[in-house]
């Protein structure tokens, strides 16, 4: 069955659900040692672009301790409300990652927990975007599915949309857009089972 139709709700349901996910969030920081190698690809005090950065706790809050600069967009309106009550010396955006056009380049961006919430074919658009979007050297970190096809989740009693390439498509994607994969893990079991990419951007 096709559930497509049910990424078109995840804005609004997150819209909805902003303080209640972001009261979940708060209690759950397993992915700090995915954080740390992220980091260690990036120049000190270095821009990072958080591509679905949620109400900024704990991944946005983290890099900002290490003393990172850090850009965050998010589609639902109250993620960045809340982002700029707590953070306002940082810059935060209202946005959707699948129009993301920041006429910038960052030296890190992190799609974390986010990306996965899109269909295929925009999971496919994004990488030119990310690309876009990276400075030489760049890292780039996302969580994706272990395998091709979709899955459905719920939050708030409500259908909540997953969906993920498989990893040869994926590994290619990236080495077309100027990609190499650093590490790779699916299914982590020191992470809450998450699938992660970590990868870095052409030199020049």
Request: charged fraction near 20%; hydrophobic fraction near 40%.
């Amino acid at each position: 069955m096709n559930h497509e139709k049910e990424a078109d709700h995840i804005i609004d349901l997150y819209r909805a659900g902003a303080d209640i996910w972001d009261n979940v969030r708060q209690t759950r920081f397993i992915e700090q040692h995915w954080l740390d190698r992220f980091l260690a690809l990036i120049p000190a005090q270095g821009e990072i672009l958080d591509i679905g950065c949620g109400a900024g706790i704990p991944i946005a809050q983290y890099f900002l301790s290490h003393q990172f600069h850090v850009t965050g967009v998010d589609a639902a309106e109250p993620m960045i409300a809340h982002c700029q009550k707590r953070f306002p010396h940082s810059a935060w955006h209202v946005a959707d990652m699948r129009s993301l056009a920041l006429s910038r380049s960052f030296s890190g961006l992190i799609a974390w927990d986010s990306f996965f919430h899109l269909t295929r074919d925009h999971q496919r658009a994004m990488f030119p975007r990310f690309a876009q979007h990276a400075k030489p050297g760049a890292a780039l970190m996302f969580t994706s599915g272990h395998s091709d096809g979709e899955a459905m989740g719920t939050f708030m009693d409500r259908p909540l949309y997953h969906a993920s390439l498989d990893h040869a498509e994926f590994r290619q994607l990236l080495t077309d857009n100027g990609f190499r994969v650093v590490q790779q893990v699916t299914e982590d079991a020191t992470c809450g089972g998450r699938t992660v990419w970590l990868a870095q951007y052409r030199s020049g």
